[in-house]
C-alpha cells in the first residue's frame, strides 16, 4: 500500500464499528463518516468516495454497501454475519469489480483454528465430529458465523447431516452427522470449540476471544492487504497466510 493516508467509509455503529472507528486514525486511515442501518440509504448517492469501505453492520445495509462500491469503486471489507447464501453470492461477485474479503471473524487465531480444523478432519476421517460456541447474550445470529466457516472446514463437500441440537429419543448417532451447538450468556466475546470423537479417545480445538479488539487488529491487518491486490475476492485466511 502506498505511504499516503487511505480514506475509509464506516458502515456500522455497534460495537464492533466503534471500535473499527477507534483505532483507524492510529493505523493511518482517515474516516470520512459513518453511516448505521437507519441511514446506510445515504450510501447510494451522498456518502463520499473513499478508498475502501469496512461494513460491520446489518444485513439489511448490504444493498447500499454494495451499491457505493459499485458507485464509488472503493474496495470492500465486510465483517457482517447472518447474509443467505444468495446475499454472500453478491458480495463474492463484487470481486469482479473492486478487491473484496468477507469474513465472519478477522481473528488471526480463528483463522489458524479453521487450517486446524480442516487438516484434523482429513486425519480422523471416521471420528465424530462437534461444534460448541459461545458468546454473548446480545448476539442475535446463531450458529454463529464463525462457526459456519469452522462447519465448511471440516465438511467442505457439504455432505454431512447438521444436527442443530438434539433432543428426545433422536436414536443413535448416524455416522455423517455434525453437531452444531450454540451458547448465549452474559458479555462472552467468543468461544469456539471443535470435538473430534473416536474410540477411546477424543481431540479438542478450542479458540477463546478475550475481546473484541483482536477482531479490530485482524481486520484493519486485512485492509492494508487488501488495498495492494488489484479486483477480486479474497477470503481472510488468503490475505494473512497465503
Known amino acids: 500500500m502506498a505511504d499516503r493516508t487511505r480514506t475509509?467509509?464506516?458502515i456500522?455503529?455497534?460495537?464492533?464499528?466503534?471500535?473499527?472507528?477507534?483505532?483507524l486514525p492510529a493505523?493511518?486511515?482517515?474516516?470520512?463518516?459513518?453511516?448505521?442501518?437507519?441511514?446506510?440509504?445515504?450510501?447510494?448517492?451522498?456518502?463520499?468516495?473513499?478508498?475502501l469501505a469496512i461494513d460491520f453492520s446489518n444485513r439489511a445495509s448490504l444493498p447500499h454497501t454494495l451499491a457505493y462500491v459499485c458507485r464509488?469503486?472503493?474496495?470492500?471489507?465486510?465483517?457482517?454475519?447472518?447474509?443467505?447464501?444468495?446475499e454472500l453470492a453478491r458480495i463474492r461477485a463484487m470481486g469482479t469489480r473492486v478487491p473484496v474479503v468477507w469474513s465472519a471473524n478477522y481473528s488471526l487465531g480463528v483463522?489458524?483454528?479453521?487450517?486446524?480444523?480442516?487438516?484434523t478432519a482429513k486425519a480422523l476421517p471416521g471420528f465424530d465430529v462437534e461444534i460448541v460456541e459461545t458468546h454473548h447474550n446480545q448476539k442475535v445470529d446463531a450458529p454463529s458465523g464463525t462457526a459456519k466457516l469452522?462447519?465448511?472446514?471440516?465438511?467442505?463437500?457439504?455432505?454431512a447431516r447438521v444436527a442443530y441440537g438434539r433432543e428426545g429419543m433422536v436414536g443413535v448417532r448416524p455416522e455423517r452427522e455434525i453437531g452444531m451447538h450454540s451458547l448465549r450468556g452474559g458479555s462472552v466475546s467468543g468461544t469456539h470449540e471443535l470435538h473430534f470423537f473416536g474410540t477411546?479417545?477424543?481431540?479438542?480445538?478450542?479458540?477463546?476471544?478475550t475481546s473484541r479488539q483482536i477482531f479490530?487488529?485482524?481486520?484493519?491487518?486485512?485492509?492494508?492487504?487488501?488495498?495492494?491486490?488489484p479486483a477480486g475476492y479474497y477470503s481472510f485466511d488468503e490475505l494473512m497466510l497465503g
Open 150 to 159: 469452522l462447519l465448511a472446514a471440516v465438511d467442505p463437500s457439504g455432505e
Open 12 to 23: 456500522g455503529a455497534g460495537r464492533m464499528g466503534g471500535l473499527v472507528a477507534e483505532a
Open 72 to 86: 464509488t469503486g472503493a474496495a470492500l471489507l465486510s465483517g457482517t454475519t447472518g447474509f443467505s447464501d444468495e
Open 27 to 51: 493505523s493511518g486511515f482517515k474516516l470520512l463518516d459513518s453511516y448505521d442501518v437507519t441511514s446506510a440509504a445515504e450510501l447510494d448517492v451522498a456518502a463520499p468516495a473513499a478508498d
Open 200 to 209: 477411546d479417545e477424543e481431540l479438542c480445538l478450542t479458540h477463546r476471544a
Open 8 to 10: 475509509v467509509v464506516l
Open 111 to 119: 483463522a489458524v483454528l479453521r487450517r486446524l480444523a480442516a487438516e
Open 216 to 229: 479490530v487488529s485482524g481486520a484493519i491487518a486485512a485492509a492494508r492487504r487488501l488495498l495492494t491486490r
